[in-house]
């Protein structure tokens, strides 16, 4: 059974720090996904990994991806407060994209 | 813009109700999926759909049932609903051709 687990679970930081969010999962998988939530709004998608050694960047938001550990991170540089949000990444099980969720990172960004 | 919409965000209802939840996409995506989200359990997938009058059960499909008569529209029923069910519910598409799933904007059910 594929299951993916988040840490933390929750982060609260000041601006302008570095800080890092893991992602595990326990099977074998080809695609790795990162997603933010604002509070009471839908999932917005930030990065798809597909393969080992895959790193994206966005902003101050960097992916990367290490499928033989089974671990990715989402790295934010720099923290600004409209940064704060829960994100989730998901593991995708199966050729239909069945995804499988981690608990989510609650992060919170003071100034 | 892909676009994913449910046909409410917020929905009370009493135990033992019956209540359909409806989600349209403007893609001609082929893969529908319905999740629930519920605090320190991330998402998880109830029900999917990969063509019309196709579906197969995802994780947590007891109490659960769908429809998809039309490429566009994929709907979640609760049979009867329960407490346990209290939760917000998220639809996504996606193509074949693509790998992101889009999300709907998501229903907060309340069921009393």
């Known amino acids: 059974e594929l299951k993916v687990e988040q840490n933390p679970l929750f982060l609260s930081m000041q601006e302008g720090k570095n800080y890092t969010i893991y992602c595990n999962y326990s099977?074998?998988?080809?695609?790795l996904y990162w997603y933010r939530q604002d509070p009471g709004k839908s999932l917005e998608s930030l990065f798809v990994?597909?393969?080992?050694?895959a790193v994206k960047q966005e902003g101050r938001l960097m992916a990367s991806l290490d499928t033989k550990a089974r671990l990715s991170t989402l790295h934010i540089t720099a923290a600004v407060h409209d940064l704060s949000a829960t994100y989730f990444c998901?593991?995708?099980?199966?050729?239909?994209?069945?995804?499988?969720f981690g608990q989510g990172t609650r992060l919170t960004i003071n100034p | 813009d892909v676009k994913v919409t449910q046909s409410s965000r917020y929905l009370v209802k009493r135990t033992g109700e019956k209540v359909f939840l409806e989600c349209v996409q403007d893609?001609?995506?082929?893969?529908m999926f319905w999740y629930r989200q519920d605090p320190g359990l991330g998402l998880r997938l109830i029900y999917f759909s990969y063509d019309v009058k196709m579906k197969e059960k995802g994780d947590i499909p007891e109490g659960y049932s769908v429809s998809r008569e039309k490429k566009e529209r994929f709907s979640l029923i609760l049979e009867s609903a329960s407490t346990n069910q209290t939760s917000m519910y998220l639809c996504?598409?996606?193509?074949?051709?693509?790998?992101?799933?889009?999300f709907g904007p998501g229903t907060r059910l309340t069921v009393t």
């Open positions: 990994l597909l393969s080992n050694g």
């Open positions: 893609m001609d995506h082929e893969n």
């Open positions: 099977t074998t998988s080809d695609r």
């Open positions: 996504a598409s996606r193509t074949d051709r693509d790998y992101e799933q889009y």
């Open positions: 998901a593991v995708n099980r199966g050729g239909a994209q069945k995804l499988v």
